[in-house]
T-cell receptor
Framework: DQQVKQNSPSLSVQEGRISILNCDYTNSMFDYFLWYKKYPAEGPTFLISISSIKDKNEDGRFTVFLNKSAKHLSLHIVPSQPGDSAVYFCAASGLKTSYDKVIFGPGTSLSVIP | DAGVIQSPRHEVTEMGQEVTLRCKPISGHDYLFWYRQTMMRGLELLIYFNNNVPIDDSGMPEDRFSAKMPNASFSTLKIQPSEPRDSAVYFC???????????????FGPGTRLTVL
């Protein structure tokens, strides 16, 4: 059973609009969350993260929101640009809980249409 | 630094053959991870090493899969015998610590696309 879920395999957004990518997790041992971005024929690269002591973390056009009670997080990209077209992986780990692995979700493929 | 280096980038083989994938982590990184990416399961952790010692291999699908890290600068993932369902992209990643936080993330190689006919 997947511990990190990304229920939307793909998403299309118009350039300039907001992209919202969702992620749900089931394991209460997770207390730290990361988003990775992957272009075709390349490996994933780190994008942004959030600790469970926060409910929001912002880095430029990228903002991650965490709802611990719902075990849900989302990545917002505003405004979306064609260069943001990629696969986005949500990942979870435990720091204080000592869950020592990083578990990745299946990914959401984002297409930003010019 | 050149980043994580993987070879080969593409491998096409026939069912039953042995396949060896290679990885050179970033110098100074103590953790090395092997992942497999498929459409159905996304990015799965197969095994990871700390200071060349395998820590968790619970993600290795079967005994046909084995991984070694003889030294800090080299690791292999071997599949013997290979089967068509092993076709996937295999990634190697490394990190200084466990790669579990934003200040210590995992750095991925470009991947090896394996096709087993």
């Amino acid at each position: 059973d997947q511990q990190v879920k990304q229920n939307s395999p793909s998403l299309s957004v118009q350039e300039g609009r907001i992209s919202i990518l969702n992620c749900d997790y089931t394991n209460s041992m997770f207390d730290y969350f990361l988003w990775y971005k992957k272009y075709p024929a390349e490996g994933p690269t780190f994008l942004i993260s959030i600790s469970s002591i926060k409910d929001k973390n912002e880095d430029g056009r990228f903002t991650v929101f965490l709802n611990k009670s719902a075990k849900h997080l989302s990545l917002h990209i505003v405004p979306s640009q064609p260069g943001d077209s990629a696969v986005y992986f949500c990942a979870a780990s435990g720091l204080k809980t000592s869950y020592d692995k990083v578990i990745f979700g299946p990914g959401t493929s984002l297409s930003v249409i010019p | 630094d050149a980043g994580v280096i993987q070879s080969p980038r593409h491998e096409v083989t026939e069912m039953g053959q042995e396949v060896t994938l290679r990885c050179k982590p970033i110098s100074g990184h103590d953790y090395l991870f092997w992942y497999r990416q498929t459409m159905m399961r996304g990015l799965e952790l197969l095994i990871y090493f700390n200071n060349n010692v395998p820590i968790d291999d619970s993600g290795m699908p079967e005994d046909r899969f084995s991984a070694k890290m003889p030294n800090a600068s080299f690791s292999t993932l071997k599949i013997q015998p290979s089967e068509p369902r092993d076709s996937a992209v295999y990634f190697c990643a490394s990190s200084i610590l466990g790669g579990r936080r934003g200040t210590d993330t995992q750095y991925f190689g470009p991947g090896t696309r394996l096709t087993v006919l």
